[in-house]
Nanobody, 119 residues
C-alpha cells in the first residue's frame, strides 16, 4: 500500500490550492479515503472523508463551505480542493485509508504535503 500526496505549497490568504493523493496497492474504489491535517503544535485532525463511490462525508466544521474532497477512481487519486484559504489552514496535509486485513483494521498514511498560507 502506498499513498503519495502532492500539490502543497505557499498560497496567499484567500487563495486556492488543490492537493492530490495517489494510491496504489489496494482496490482503491472499494475504500473510503480521508484527508487529515496537522497544524503547528496541534494534534492531527480529520478534514474530510469520501466514500468509495465518491460521496463526501465528515467535513470538519472549520473547512465546511471552503474545502471539497473528491476522487477519481480511474486514476486511483483523491483530491482536496481548498478555497478561501486562511492562515490557520497552514498544516501538513495527509491522506489516509483504513484497510481490513485478516479481519482487523489497518490504517495507512501518506508522507504528507505542506500547505502554507501567508502573505
Amino acid at each position: 500500500v502506498q499513498l503519495v500526496e502532492s500539490g502543497g505549497g505557499l498560497v496567499q490568504p484567500g487563495g486556492s490550492l488543490r492537493i492530490s493523493c495517489a494510491a496504489s496497492g489496494f482496490t482503491f474504489s472499494s475504500y473510503d479515503m480521508s484527508w487529515y491535517r496537522q497544524r503547528p503544535e496541534k494534534e492531527r485532525e480529520l478534514v474530510a472523508t469520501i466514500t468509495g463511490a465518491g460521496r463526501p462525508t465528515n467535513y470538519a466544521d472549520s473547512v465546511k463551505g471552503r474545502f471539497t474532497i473528491s476522487r477519481d477512481n480511474a486514476k486511483n487519486t483523491v483530491y482536496l480542493q481548498m478555497n478561501s484559504l486562511k492562515p490557520e489552514d497552514k498544516a501538513v496535509y495527509y491522506c489516509k485509508v483504513v484497510l481490513i486485513m485478516r479481519r482487523a483494521p489497518y490504517a495507512y498514511w501518506g508522507q504528507g504535503t505542506q500547505v502554507t498560507v501567508s502573505s
